[in-house]
Structures are given as C-alpha cells and as structure tokens.
C-alpha cells in the first residue's frame, strides 16, 4: 500500500482540535505526506485532493448518535468518491454505546446541519458501514463500496 494523501474530520489528524475548531491542512511530520482538512474551509474532498488517489479509506469512531460531525464528513466522501469515480472501503467499528437502540424522534425538516445533516432518530442503530451502505442506496450513487466488517462482533453484549 503506498498511501499519498491522509484526509482529517473535526478534532483534526491527531484529534487534538478542540470542537468545532478550525482545522486547517497540514503535512504529516513523519512521513512527509498532506493532511487535508476536512473541517476547515473544505468539507468535501475535490477533485484535486483525490487526483493521486486510487482508493478512500474510512476508519473514524462512531457514537451511534446523529449529532456527530464524522458522520456528515463519510456522507461527503462518499458523495465525493461517487462523482470521482473512486473506490471506498469503510472499516466498520463497533458503536461505542451500541447498534441495536434507536431512540429520539428524526431530525426536523429545516435543522439540518453539519452537525445533524440527515433525517436520522437520535440514535439511530447502525454501524458506520451499515450507515454507509444506506447512504449509497438511499443517493443511488454509483459507487464502488466495500464494507470491512469487525470479525465476531455482536451487536449487543
């Protein structure tokens, strides 16, 4: 694998960035390779910052609740990815409280934000692959989406 370009959400490459913190690009100091920001000026990757890339990795943490900046970030990189014609691999993690609960009625009409950026309940009982794989659907993206599932990993304890 020879990796030519790292992408950062909110809290930055290193998740140090303070919320809702300006997070500008930056080079990785060890190997010397551009951090875009992804939570800056730019949300969505462009053109130019997949030019060198083959394929997109995705591998952030998910709360499992729709107030989550990380999960608007994957819904613009695959959006992004799509209209690039770039492959996407998401690394699904188990959610830190769970998958199976679904809880709070969806996010109203009109308070859409980065913050809350799609129609979800509160919690909304998804991993970040099953969510990504309905992401897809839902857009009718035309996408090449591989979802790396945790081996034995079960949704509730």
Same mark, same amino acid.
């Given at each position: 694998v020879h990796v030519t370009a790292f992408f950062s959400p909110e809290h930055g490459f290193q998740g140090?960035?303070? &919320?809702?913190?300006?997070?500008?690009?930056?080079?990785?100091?060890?190997?010397?390779?551009?951090?875009?920001?992804l939570y800056g000026e730019t949300r969505k990757p462009? $053109?130019?910052?997949?030019?060198?890339?083959?394929?997109?990795?995705? &591998?952030?943490?998910?709360?499992?609740? $729709?107030?989550?900046?990380?999960?608007?970030?994957?819904?613009?990189?695959? &959006?992004?990815?799509?209209?690039?014609?770039?492959p996407v691999i998401v690394l699904d993690r188990p959610v830190i409280v769970n998958a199976s609960d679904v809880e709070g009625g969806p996010l109203q009409k009109g308070f859409e934000s980065f913050v809350g950026p799609y129609p979800l309940p509160v919690r909304y009982g998804q991993?970040?692959?099953?969510?990504?794989?309905?992401?897809?659907?839902?857009?009718?993206? &035309?996408?090449?989406?591989?979802?790396? $599932?945790?081996?034995?990993?079960?949704r509730t304890a």
């Open positions: 140090e960035a303070a &919320d809702g913190a300006h997070v500008g690009q930056a080079t990785d100091s060890e190997s010397g390779i551009v951090i875009h920001s462009g $053109r130019a910052m997949l030019e060198n890339v083959d394929v997109l990795v995705y &591998d952030l943490p998910s709360m499992g609740v $729709r107030f989550y900046t990380y999960l608007a970030t994957l819904g613009l990189i695959l &959006d992004a990815a799509a209209e690039n014609q770039k991993t970040t692959g099953e969510f990504a794989g309905l992401y897809v659907s839902e857009k009718d993206l &035309d996408l090449d989406l591989t979802v790396i $599932r945790l081996k034995d990993y079960r």
